[in-house]
């Protein structure tokens, strides 16, 4: 049928007669569509990921919608284009000099800058290989952001001791505040794992909000002694038991948000305990056991696996 025509690939041959004439009888364009942002109408990553990077004023040119020319640059032959379609008056019955533009015919420039991914760093601050692993974190922080002006990626990264969950820094991609901020700070203490993990996911809720970056990749480093719980309990109830049974439904929430994961697993013996494990099926993620990790081992896992991620 015509109008199946008119709203596929004969679209796209009336967009480009209208750039040559104006003169083209209103009832044949009728179907014809104009760029418009389209309501989101699933919630996912890929939903996500299309909508980051999208702004009025520079990047690569996606498609016009209706706005305030103020607000952005106007796209000329869409407003124009607009107009005739609407069936906007024409100025003087008989010569048709020109168009009555009218304020919601106009069409302005929409463009998507290049979104990069947000790497969030959680550190175990409890054990012994306390201080082993935020060095090895801080130096793979550093190595990302050497390189973040490339693909406009962000770090940041969280430290968990005791019963704190402390933001060391901030999401960003400046290289100097890292080095300022990231400074050997004091470990020991129990492991509130939950309240890291419910961290994780507010921070990865709002990242994703705020469309700043296309997605969030935590990379956690535990030795999978969770015994902290984010709810007091009594003297009768076992600390570990708890917060195992608080993460799980922590994780999996957190791991329907991220765009991937790495769990570092760093007890010193390997068949000590499989919490870590249980915890990266949780997230999704992938899992390592690294007991002595170094930012070399880290940094090798990321980059094996960037071209993955930034596909996603």
């Not at 008119?6 to 679209?11: A, I, K, L, V």
């Not at 919630?43 to 706005?67: M, Q």
């Not at 973040?148 to 290289?175: C, E, K």
Request: proline share 4%.
């Amino acid at each position: 049928p015509q109008d199946t025509q008119d709203q596929g690939s004969g679209g796209n041959q009336k967009a480009k007669s209208s750039k040559q004439s104006l003169d083209i009888p209103l009832e044949e364009l009728e179907h014809f569509d104009m760029p418009t942002i389209q309501p989101t109408t699933t919630a996912g990553r890929k939903a996500g990921k299309h909508l980051a990077g999208l702004n009025l004023r520079r990047g690569r040119f996606v498609r016009s919608i209706p706005g305030d020319p103020r607000s952005g640059k106007i796209d000329l032959l869409a407003t124009i284009t607009a107009a005739y379609i609407q069936g906007a008056q024409f100025k003087g019955a008989k010569n048709k000099l020109g168009l009555i533009i009218k304020k919601e015919h106009y069409r302005i420039k929409q463009y998507r800058q290049q979104s990069g991914l947000l790497f969030l760093f959680a550190v175990d601050g409890s054990g012994s290989m306390a201080i082993n692993n935020y060095g090895a974190a801080k130096g793979a922080a550093i190595a990302l952001l050497e390189k973040a002006y490339v693909y406009r990626d962000q770090v940041a990264m969280l430290f968990f001791r005791r019963n704190r969950a402390d933001l060391l820094l901030s999401p960003g991609s400046s290289l100097s505040k890292a080095y300022r901020v990231l400074k050997r700070i004091p470990a020991g203490g129990r492991t509130p794992t939950g309240k890291a993990i419910l961290k994780c996911l507010k921070m990865t809720k709002k990242a994703k909000l705020a469309k700043e970056v296309s997605g969030v990749v935590l990379i956690l480093f535990t030795d999978g002694r969770a015994n902290q719980p984010i709810q007091p309990i009594s003297e009768q109830q076992d600390r570990e038991t708890v917060s195992m049974k608080e993460l799980k439904p922590l994780c999996i929430e957190l791991g329907r948000h991220l765009a991937a994961a790495l769990v570092i697993d760093t007890k010193r013996i390997a068949y000590q305990n499989q919490n870590a494990k249980e915890i990266a099926q949780w997230l999704n993620a992938q899992y390592l056991y690294l007991p002595k990790a170094s930012a070399a081992q880290i940094s090798d896992s990321l980059n094996a696996n960037m071209d993955l991620w930034r596909s996603l």
